[in-house]
Each structure stands twice: as C-alpha cells, then as structure tokens.
C-alpha cells in the first residue's frame, strides 16, 4: 500500500455539540488553542495532511478526503509523541480507545463508507497508555490554553531562530520570545519569564504595549498602543487586541481594539467587542461559574471561578455592553445598550437587557459580508447556506425572545 493510499482524518465524535456554539460553523478540528489550531497540530506533528468528518452541513467547505486505509482520529484530543505512536501501529481493523473515548480507528474504504462518529463494529479493540489532552468544554481552550501554547513553541521553533528585534523594546528572558518575519514592534515590554512569547508573520504591536507571557499573535495580527496583555492568551491571525486581555483565545480575524476588560474567554471568528464594553469573570460571592450547554439544554457547573465570555463566530457588541460572569453568545448576534445582558443569548438575536428580537438571516449575512468586505475577504455561497442551516437549528432557542 503506497502512503498516498493511507488518508488522515480528524473526526467529530458525538460530543462535539458540547463544544457549541464555537463548532456551529467549523468542525472540532479547527478550533484553536495555543497557536495552531488542532489540525495544523496533527499536520505539523504528523508531516501529513488532515481532513475532517464532520456534521454533514459542514462537509461541503470541509470534505472528509477518505482512500483505501483511512486512519481516523479523534479531533478533541491533543497530539503527542506516544499517541501517535500508537495510532500509527495500528493495524486495518483496529481501534484505540482509552477507557471509555473513542480514541482512533484504522479501517478500510467500505467500512469508512458507514462511519458515524462511533467505533466500527467489528474492530478488534486496543488500550491507548498515552496520556491524553482532550477539549471536552469551549472553557477549556482558555483553562489549557497555556499547556498548548508551550507546547507550539516548542514545535514552530525548533531549530529555528527567531528574527531580529528592536533595541527600543524592554525584553525580559529574551531567550523564550520568538519573532516571525514581517513583524513590527517598538517601545514594547515583554516580560517572558512566566511563559513564551510567540509574534507570528506580519503581526504589529504598538508602541507601549505590556506582554506576560505566555503570549502569541497569529499572521498578521495588531496590538494596538497601550494594550495590556496577561498569559496564556492567544491573539489569532488578522485579529486586533488593544485594553485589557487575560487568559484569553481570540480565534481569528476578530477585534477587541479598545479599552475594557476580557478575560478568561473564547471569541471566535469575524467578532468585534464595541469601545468599553467589560466582561466579568468572577462572581462577586467567589462561587463556581455555572456556563450554557447547548448539548444539555441547560447550565452546567464548570468547577472554574474564573469564566467569562464565550462568543460564537460574527456575532458583536456595542459600546460599554457588561457582560455578566459565565455568558455564552450564539453566532451572528448583535448586543448593545445599558444593563446586563442574559448569561445565555441565541444565536442571531438583536437587542439587550431589555430584550432580543430575531436578527433576521438575511440581514445578519449582508453585515457579515461588508465586515469581511472591509478586510477583502469573500463571503461565499457555502458559508452562506451554513449560516442559512445554523439559523434553522437554533430556532427553538429564540422562542422565548
């Protein structure tokens, strides 16, 4: 069997609606956590290319690419030298398991043609002894946020060296900060003796900026003058971070450009945070965050104190918007006004404390097109009939509006 008959899979098991609303329009597999995202992990680790199996609205943009042998792995698990080990020692017919998760499978084209996201029938069952990272709750790509970041320095940098950097910066342990081609700092203190510090390709970061790691800043990625930054957070590719940022992921193409506070939160993608808004992430009488569960249809007890925000893909908020301890925002809602909005807010919802109204798909898709307009990217049909299917599956959440 040559290697181009071997195909590798990130698949999403059945507890990914656990991991919504940040999984609405991507598959497990490129949510992000420390630098890279979970595939680009696998790929890097691996040397090989990755596709996903995914819900089945998903899988036009992301095609699961299956062959003759098709080695299967679960997208929530983090990669690691003896997993891979094992998952590549396995044999047609096997799956890897630890303890009750579905770990990986090595099966054939036909039995790829029935596979639902559970272990095949069949299939002679192998105990994995690795240690395991999994993503099981959207809080835990800030609560491991730091482990996975150092564990991509580690991998990007690898007998690599960084680029030079201006003597107008205030370096401390100059050893663990790695600057990418392209990118531009000046009057910054970076402190890295609490973590790495990792400035990807292009990314800017503005005159008076303060960085504790661990820290890292996608491609093309802006710090804006005065930021304050507090590790492990992650600034994602082409998103602008400014105010107060801690133990945070933003995933990618979103702003939080002004003054205000996030921490201990999640944003995904083509978000904006409005001037001023804070989000809260301690209850005042120090008790346990309770966040939404999409996959439970109710609040679940994280066992954090510290949670904040979780916000899905093109949603905003105006200025000033409060956001209460532990709040979960849908994708493609719009919040604004005083008070404080609810702990749970629907996707495509408009308004605020005083109440929502349904945002409207086709309204919502005309603003996410001129936001993706204004940095010249295309919104396309597929993305489209996405958002389109997102509305129709989270309908019975805005009920109640």
């Known amino acids: 069997m040559s290697e181009a008959d071997r195909k590798y899979i990130l698949f999403d098991d059945h507890q990914?609606?656990?991991l919504l609303p940040l999984t609405f329009i991507r598959p497990v597999g490129e949510?992000?956590?420390?630098?890279?995202?979970l595939r680009e992990k696998w790929e890097r680790w691996t040397g090989k290319r990755f596709s996903h199996f995914t819900q089945e609205y998903l899988r036009e943009k992301y095609p699961?690419?299956?062959?003759?042998v098709n080695l299967l792995i679960n997208a929530r698990i983090l990669p690691g030298a003896d997993l891979i080990a094992e998952i590549e020692s396995l044999a047609e017919g096997e799956v890897l398991v630890k303890d009750h998760l579905f770990v990986a499978a090595c099966i054939n084209a036909m039995m790829m043609k029935g596979f639902d996201g559970y272990p095949p029938e069949d299939c002679r069952t192998v105990q994995s002894k690795a240690d395991l990272v999994v993503i099981s709750r959207p809080w835990h790509l800030f609560r491991l946020n730091g482990e996975a970041l150092l564990s991509d320095f580690a991998l990007i940098t690898r007998n690599r060296k960084s680029e030079s950097i201006s003597r107008t910066n205030n370096l401390v342990n100059v050893g663990d900060i790695f600057v990418e081609k392209g990118a531009v700092l000046e009057y910054t203190t970076i402190n890295a003796s609490t973590g790495p510090v990792y400035i990807g390709p292009n990314a800017h970061i503005m005159e008076g900026s303060l960085i504790r790691g661990p820290f890292a800043m996608g491609e093309g990625a802006q710090l804006k003058m005065g930021t304050r930054i507090y590790g492990p957070t992650t600034i994602g590719p082409y998103s602008r971070g400014g105010g107060e940022i801690t133990n945070s992921v933003i995933t990618g193409y979103s702003n939080k450009v002004h003054d205000g506070y996030l921490g201990n939160s999640v944003i995904g993608e083509w978000c904006n945070i409005g001037a001023g808004s804070n989000t809260s992430n301690l209850k005042n009488n120090f008790g346990l965050v309770a966040l939404w569960n999409y996959a439970l249809g109710d609040y679940e007890d994280t066992g954090l104190q510290f949670c904040g925000l979780i916000m899905g893909d093109y949603s905003r908020c105006g200025i000033n918007t409060m956001f209460n301890t532990g709040t979960v925002v849908g994708i493609s809602s719009n919040i604004?006004?005083?008070g404080y909005p609810g702990n749970f807010i629907p996707s495509f919802s408009w308004g605020g404390a005083p109440g929502y109204e349904t945002y409207r798909p086709d309204k919502a898709i005309e603003t996410i097109q001129k936001?993706?307009?204004?940095?010249?990217?295309?919104?396309?049909e597929t993305d489209r009939s996405i958002v389109e299917k997102v509305y129709q599956l989270t309908g019975r959440y805005r009920k109640t509006l």
């Open 64 to 68: 699961p690419e299956t062959g003759a």
């Open 371 to 380: 936001a993706m307009q204004f940095r010249d990217y295309a919104f396309s």
């Open 31 to 37: 949510l992000r956590i420390g630098i890279l995202t």
């Open 16 to 18: 990914r609606d656990h």
């Open 336 to 338: 604004y006004g005083s």
